[in-house]
Nanobody
Framework: QVQLVESGGGLVQAGGSLRLSCAAS????????MGWFRQAPGKGREFVGR????????YYEESVKGRFTISRDNLKNTVYLQMNSLKPEDTATYYC?????????????????WGQGTQVTVSS
């Protein structure tokens, strides 16, 4: 099993930047494919991006490409989501998630382990 704790959320103005962190403990961190998801008021949980075990492959939802960057530091057991050029529509609770295998699917149901979420609010 793995435990995940997100941090770094807050209130920022449109156009600003924020970096979220996800600290992992428990199972061997380096063997997990890590994903970021978000859930905005009135919407379901949606895929933001993911990063493979080694960090050699990243994937992003189209609306965040060029603005968000996922990285991981396996020595620190931490995954990051760097968010730039934030927009009000990015306002949501952001969750990190983990799964054992690299899979093609970006469905939330493919990730069995989740953090508690961190709130990101972007003002206009």
């Amino acid at each position: 099993q793995v435990q995940l704790v997100e941090s770094g959320g807050g209130l920022v103005q449109a156009g600003g930047s924020l970096r979220l962190s996800c600290a992992a403990s428990g199972r061997t961190f380096t063997r997990y494919d890590m994903g970021w998801f978000r859930q905005a008021p009135g919407k379901g949980r949606e895929f933001v991006g993911r990063i493979s075990w080694t960090g050699g492959n990243t994937y992003y939802e189209e609306s965040v490409k060029g603005r968000f960057t996922i990285s991981r530091d396996n020595l620190k057991n931490t995954v990051y989501l760097q968010m730039n050029s934030l927009k009000p529509e990015d306002t949501a609770t952001y969750y990190c998630a983990a799964r054992i295998r690299d899979l093609a699917t970006t469905e939330a149901g493919s990730y069995p382990y989740w953090g508690q979420g961190t709130q990101v609010t972007v003002s206009s």
